[in-house]
Nanobody, 124 residues
Framework: QVQLVESGGGLVQTGGSLRLSCAASGRTFSRCAMGWFRQAPGKEREFVAVISWSGRRTDYVDSVKGRFTISRDNAKNTVYLQMHSLKPEDTAVYYC?????????????????WGQGTQVTVSS
């Protein structure tokens, strides 16, 4: 079992930055690939970024490449999403997710554990 709690959301102006954190509890965090997803009002949940449990591999949705960076600190059981150059279309509830994977460099786009979400609002 992995429990996930997101924080760091808020209201920011266009062009601003935010860093989201996701604190995990559970002994398997260091063997979990971690992902960030988001869901805007009236839209389906969308993949944003993923990081392997080694931290050496990442992937992003095209719309955030060059603006967002996913990272993790396994000693702190925490994954981060640094967001720069925010746009109004980034407004959404952001969720982190976890799934145990065998390979230290493995990525996944399907997850077993989810946090409760944190709201990010970008004003124009």
């Amino acid at each position: 079992q992995v429990q996930l709690v997101e924080s760091g959301g808020g209201l920011v102006q266009t062009g601003g930055s935010l860093r989201l954190s996701c604190a995990a509890s559970g002994r398997t965090f260091s063997r979990c690939a971690m992902g960030w997803f988001r869901q805007a009002p009236g839209k389906e949940r969308e993949f944003v970024a993923v990081i392997s449990w080694s931290g050496r591999r990442t992937d992003y949705v095209d719309s955030v490449k060059g603006r967002f960076t996913i990272s993790r600190d396994n000693a702190k059981n925490t994954v981060y999403l640094q967001m720069h150059s925010l746009k109004p279309e980034d407004t959404a509830v952001y969720y982190c997710a976890a799934r145990t994977v065998l390979s230290p460099n493995g990525l996944t786009y399907e997850y077993d554990y989810w946090g409760q979400g944190t709201q990010v609002t970008v004003s124009s």
